[in-house]
Nanobody, 117 residues
Framework: QVQLVESGGGLVQPGGSLRLSCAASDSILRFNAMGWYRQAAGQQRELVASYTFGGTANYVDSVKGRFTMSRDVAKKTVYLQMNSLKPEDTAVYYC???????????WGQGTQVTVSS
């Protein structure tokens, strides 16, 4: 069973930055996609950023130019660098990983990001 462990959330003022980490228990090269969802209170879960290892990262329009995904294969970790944070970015952020053989989606435990003055 693959485990994803997230870290890096917290409280930050508007305009600030945070970097989320998602460490996998297996090589991230085994996944055909990894990324981040977020869920604000009372709202549906939203795909924020995704990275397919044959291509490039994709972002929801609301975070383009502010959020950047990256990866460290040796550390089996993907990152989400979040800059110029806004109060509307406040949510629980979940890391996910999709595997094709066998078909499975794995989730992290979630990390709270709160943007407030």
């Amino acid at each position: 069973q693959v485990q994803l462990v997230e870290s890096g959330g917290g409280l930050v003022q508007p305009g600030g930055s945070l970097r989320l980490s998602c460490a996998a228990s297996d090589s991230i090269l085994r996944f055909n996609a990894m990324g981040w969802y977020r869920q604000a209170a009372g709202q549906q879960r939203e795909l924020v950023a995704s990275y397919t290892f044959g291509g490039t990262a994709n972002y929801v329009d609301s975070v383009k130019g502010r959020f950047t995904m990256s990866r460290d294969v040796a550390k089996k970790t993907v990152y989400l660098q979040m800059n110029s944070l806004k109060p509307e970015d406040t949510a629980v952020y979940y890391c996910y990983a999709d595997r094709a053989r066998p078909v499975a989606t794995y989730w992290g435990q979630g990390t709270q990001v709160t943007v407030s003055s």
